[in-house]
């Protein structure tokens, strides 16, 4: 009888180890979703960002906003230049290091060579990096 209830025991530690574990994993999971999030949603681009071209030369300018709820240290806005079928011909960016607080906004340019096959631009953000 004594080996039973030992038994039993160990089962049920064992089994409060993994609920244990399993949940820790869960939050973790949250917690990195909950991140992804509020890197992806914490900076937008003004739909009115322009692309002109002036002999060699491409000018991607427009302005990007914190509309998170954290102060940014540091972003990059990414140029992504294709032909007419959508095919990545080329790419370039711009950055910043200057501190953005939350509902602040910031004017970018990003000047490129210019090649005829260029067709459409599209920009980006990416590499999001917080205020600690």
């Not at 992804?36 to 937008?44: F, G, I, P, S, V």
């Not at 002999?55 to 300018?61: E, F, Q, R, T, V």
């Not at 990545?88 to 990003?110: C, H």
Request: proline share 2%; net charge positive.
């Amino acid at each position: 009888m004594k080996k039973l209830i030992m038994l039993a025991m160990v089962v049920g530690l064992i089994i409060c180890g993994c609920i244990d574990s399993y949940e820790s994993q869960r939050i973790r999971e949250a917690r990195e979703e909950k991140e992804y999030y509020e890197k992806t949603h914490a900076l937008q681009i003004d739909d009115k960002w322009e692309w002109r071209v002036d002999g060699n030369y491409s000018y991607i300018k427009g302005s990007v906003k914190n509309i998170g709820a954290k102060p940014i240290r540091y972003f990059e806005v990414h140029a992504i230049y294709t032909d007419t079928s959508g095919n990545v011909l080329d790419t370039a960016y711009t950055n910043s290091g200057e501190m953005l607080q939350p509902g602040w906004s910031k004017r970018f340019e990003i000047m490129h060579a210019y090649r005829s096959e260029f067709k459409r631009a599209s920009v980006r953000v990416e590499n999001i990096r917080f205020a600690r």
